[in-house]
DNA sequence: CTGCAGATTGACTGGTCAGTCAATCGCTGG
DNA sequence: CCAGCGATTGACTGACCAGTCAATCTGCAG
């Protein structure tokens, strides 16, 4: 499927950065073809020489950067740390990773994530994996006694993704403010929220009534 | 905008009874109004006699529900419960409106609620509303001593909402069960997991240890 | 200098559909 | 029985756009 050419890596690259700046700002379906290519500075016919169609630009984009969260994910787990820090690292990186490029994880989220129904299985698979990986962690998590047992991990992770999703998803329609305290806030809060739960201990909960 | 005439409320409603099975089957950019008229049983162009425009019918199928949640989740908060059953209660509605219509369902969630750029801010501000009762359910909580003080009501609502909407994503394109035992195992569970957290109190911890 | 191969160009084609509209239907009241 | 009006029909139009392709360019190898 359209390996790059041995010479000029540069067009193709110019190609696929213009795409994240439209599908971003227009949303993959609103924009055409040729708003990428003069988007890139380049001639319509060329879009098609890298790449076999439209949504094979959008597949490449996401494919390319979502491995790259599989990869971390699974790198975390690897650690030896506490299931709550590896969890907070997770979120930690998928934050970053939305204030480092916040287009190309909107076309990410908007465009694939929660668009899964129009481009098929294809991408089901792969954003399953991530819930996999976060399962992982909750279920070592589970087996040393610091999660409960009742929650089955798959469920804990889907919770947890979810969670993160909404918030990233917040940002990105400007219904949360995006400012690098929030951002760092969040990390913690969500990590409090779903590990610890929204609920009051016995101890806290006399703490606040008295 | 298309008020319903006097007479024959019927075909009006096979239209968008038919709109929902087409547009949950095909979903809404990949169908035709002609499947709609044709699933309805009516002719083509008596689609544009009752809706402005195809998007006009699925804003109408999405407000038509969502304010039937709207006004559910306040009810709900209006009643004298714990808030832990308040939100369970809320858990339950969506869930159960998921069982009963997931045609309805699954278009208003995959096409409107997790495709809010395509249709811009309009739903944006109804989405906002669900998130702002469930955020005033947790704000009494909070106000009550029972709910964390650390955690803003929104902040909780959205991880609350987002993980029932990654629930229902997986009932939706079938990576999770779809059995009667498991819509209501998971009303309990998401608000364990919620409200209660995955991590195990000291006591518990040992428990499981030992 | 020549010729090939891959890079680049952009005009053009083919198909798709949302939305229009003029014609017909069928009820209702006079 | 007729006139009038909303309900209903479906052929048609106009716009849009993904993808094609033949022509041109560029750089390098022989």
Redesign the interface.
């Known amino acids: 499927m359209s390996a790059a050419p041995k010479k000029a890596p540069d067009k193709r690259r110019m190609i696929l950065d213009a795409a994240v700046r439209v599908f971003a700002r227009q949303?993959f379906?609103?924009c055409r073809v040729s708003d990428v290519a003069d988007e890139a500075g380049v001639a319509y016919g060329l879009v098609y020489h890298y790449f076999d169609s439209k949504e094979e630009i959008l597949n490449t984009l996401f494919l390319e950067r979502w491995q790259i969260m599989l990869d971390a994910i699974g790198e975390i787990d690897a650690r030896d740390l506490p299931s709550?820090d590896k969890l907070r690292s997770v979120a930690g990186f998928i934050i970053d990773s939305y204030r480092h490029d916040p287009d190309l994880m909107k076309v990410i989220i908007?465009e694939v994530t929660?668009?899964?129904?129009?481009f098929g299985a294809l991408h089901?698979d792969e954003i399953?994996k991530a819930y996999e990986g976060i399962a992982r962690i909750?279920e070592s998590?589970r087996e040393?006694?610091?999660?409960?047992?009742?929650?089955?991990s798959e469920?804990?992770a889907?919770?947890?993704?979810?969670?993160?999703?909404?918030?990233l998803?917040?940002w990105i329609?400007e219904?949360l403010p995006r400012t690098d305290e929030e951002f760092e806030r969040?990390k913690d809060?969500?990590v409090?929220?779903?590990?610890?739960?929204?609920?009051?201990?016995a101890a806290?909960?006399l703490a606040?009534?008295g």
Request: net charge negative.
């Open positions: 949303g379906h609103h709550r908007v929660r668009a899964a129904n129009s089901l399953r909750v998590a040393e006694g610091s999660f409960k047992s009742g929650i089955p469920f804990a889907m919770c947890f993704y979810g969670a993160i999703e909404q918030l998803t917040g329609f219904v969040s809060l969500i409090e929220a779903i590990c610890g739960g929204l609920e009051n201990g806290d909960q606040a009534s």
